[in-house]
């Protein structure tokens, strides 16, 4: 079946470590993208990709750095930087276009 | 920039009430308006999905219909059930990138 995995599904970080989440599609999309949801609130754009080796900043994307070496992965990297990474972060993908997103079942990273 | 605002942030109905959420957004320039669900620590399911040129779509008890003209989009649920408890985001595409409201928390008791 086709769909998004991401993984871990749990993520413990120590304060000044970089960690790196990962997501892999295999629906043969081209954009991916990732967000950021704290309680409460709405998804927020860190990073988006339309196409390999391409990618773009979203509003939170501060700390946060991504790659785009396969169409099927974008991994993100939370650097030491991000000063609160605390969050459910969670990829989504989509035919470019004017097309719905399908998103991953996301990772939940604290700050230990 | 385009906003996305959801009313109410959390509401309860007893079971086999017929309900509705309501969705607006600020800028009516959009691809698509897409609903979802999620449910606690999960990611988002897709519901509808509705093309900026169709007014309406359905599936099962669910009915999501689109005013683009007004910036509103509701969707209709149909004899409530407790496995419909979740929190309900609406989300519009433009040309930059789909942007999220902050949901409405759905409590339905038996």
């Known amino acids: 079946d086709g769909g998004i995995t991401q993984s871990p599904k749990y993520l413990f970080r120590k304060e000044g470590q970089n960690v790196t989440l990962s997501c892999e599609q295999n629906?043969?999309?081209?954009?991916m993208y990732w967000y950021r949801q704290d309680p409460g609130q709405g998804l927020r754009l860190i990073y988006y990709s339309q196409i390999v080796n391409d990618f773009q900043k979203g509003d939170i994307a501060e700390g946060y750095s991504v790659s785009r070496e396969k169409k099927e992965s974008f991994p993100l990297t939370v650097t030491s930087a991000q000063k609160n990474p605390t969050a459910f972060y969670l990829c989504?993908?989509?035919?470019?276009?004017?097309?719905?997103?399908?998103f991953g079942s996301g990772t939940r990273l604290t700050v230990v | 920039k385009q906003e996305v605002t959801q009313i109410p942030a959390a509401l309860s109905v007893p079971e086999g009430e017929n309900l509705v959420l309501n969705c607006s957004f600020t800028?009516?320039?959009?691809?698509?308006l897409q609903w979802f669900r999620q449910d606690p620590g999960k990611g988002l399911t897709s519901l509808l999905l509705?093309?900026?040129?169709?007014r309406e779509q359905t599936s099962g008890r669910l009915n999501a219909s689109l005013d683009k003209s007004s910036g509103r989009s509701t969707l209709y649920i149909a004899a409530s059930q407790p496995g419909d408890s979740a929190t309900y985001l609406c989300?519009?595409?433009?040309?930059?990138?789909?942007?999220f409201g902050a949901g409405t928390r759905l409590t339905v008791k038996p």
């Open positions: 629906l043969n999309h081209d954009a």
């Open positions: 800028d009516s320039a959009i691809y698509n």
């Open positions: 509705i093309q900026s040129s169709q």
């Open positions: 989300a519009v595409r433009d040309n930059n990138d789909m942007r």
């Open positions: 989504a993908s989509s035919i470019a276009g004017a097309y719905g997103y399908t």
